[in-house]
């Protein structure tokens, strides 16, 4: 069956797997550093709540069968160890059956995870990494020939931060999201502040956030050099007016005058 295999392929396949396995590793580490504040039980977006109000066939995998935050935490430690051991060669060492398996592992682990991910993970890469991930699982390791037909289809192939740009351009699209993320600011979550490239708040929680639109443009050459930014921004419009936090009980008595029952 040699129209079926493609011999010569053998580095090309080498290359696209190990750097498959980058990209694993890179996507489940993603995942254990970012996960309680986004869909963590308690998360912007709780796992436990939508597995609660949707059936099994909308959203499988491995959650269905139990969900902690740990448990994730050992599905994304998982896939990393996995990833390692592919980008190290472990699969090119074992019988292509073993081989399969291997390769089949972390595509179930993140296929869970995308899974439950809602909005965070609804963006085309996801799903193309897993697209191409099922694919890879029929690639064939070490002396075996990559097969011509799986080889023709990976040719035919495409968190907060990004986010937020989406939110600006479809308000209707943070609604779900963007309430809780702003309630957790005020309460100085720790792990939402994480998300953030520099914690704004470093000596206490806000007392009040709000959120404006701007529109983004690049620098030219002599601005650039004038002002070292690559970057110039324009005030558009509010997003959210300012939001504060409650109050403490004793703090509303005694700032309001108001006696609480």
């Known amino acids: 069956m040699e129209w079926f295999s493609a011999d010569g392929y053998w580095l090309s396949r080498l290359i696209f797997q190990r750097t498959l396995a980058v990209i694993y590793l890179v996507a489940f ?8 504040a986004l869909i963590g039980e308690r998360g912007m977006l709780p796992v436990p709540e939508l597995l609660r109000r949707t059936p099994w066939k909308a959203a499988p995998g491995l959650f269905r069968l139990h969900y902690s935050d740990r448990f994730f935490a050992a599905v994304a430690g998982g896939g990393c160890a996995v990833s390692v051991a592919l980008i190290a060669g472990l699969d090119g060492r074992l ?5 399969m398996l291997l390769w089949a592992l972390p595509w179930v682990l993140y296929l ?22 099922f694919l890879a699982v029929f690639l064939g390791t070490g002396d075996t020939a990559p097969p011509v037909l799986v080889l023709w289809l990976l040719r035919c ?6 986010m937020m740009w989406f939110a600006a351009l479809s308000p209707a699209y943070a609604r779900s999201w963007f309430g809780p993320f702003t309630e957790r600011l005020l309460r100085g979550d720790r792990d939402t502040l994480r998300l953030l490239a520099h914690n704004p708040f470093p000596d206490a929680p806000p007392v009040h956030v709000r959120a404006r639109v701007f529109h983004y443009r690049f620098t030219d050459l002599r601005e650039l050099r ?21 109050l403490p009980p004793e703090r509303e008595s005694r700032e309001t005058g108001r006696e609480q029952c």
């Open 29 to 36: 580490l993603s995942a254990a550093l970012q996960f309680r």
């Open 95 to 99: 019988p292509l059956w073993g081989g």
């Open 112 to 133: 869970s995870i995308v899974q439950v991910g809602q909005v965070w993970y609804g963006f085309g890469w996801e799903s193309l990494l897993l697209e191409t991930g």
């Open 157 to 162: 192939h495409l968190r907060l931060d990004w």
């Open 226 to 246: 004038a002002t070292g930014n690559w970057w110039h921004r324009t005030y558009v419009r509010e997003f959210m007016r300012p939001v504060s936090r409650p």
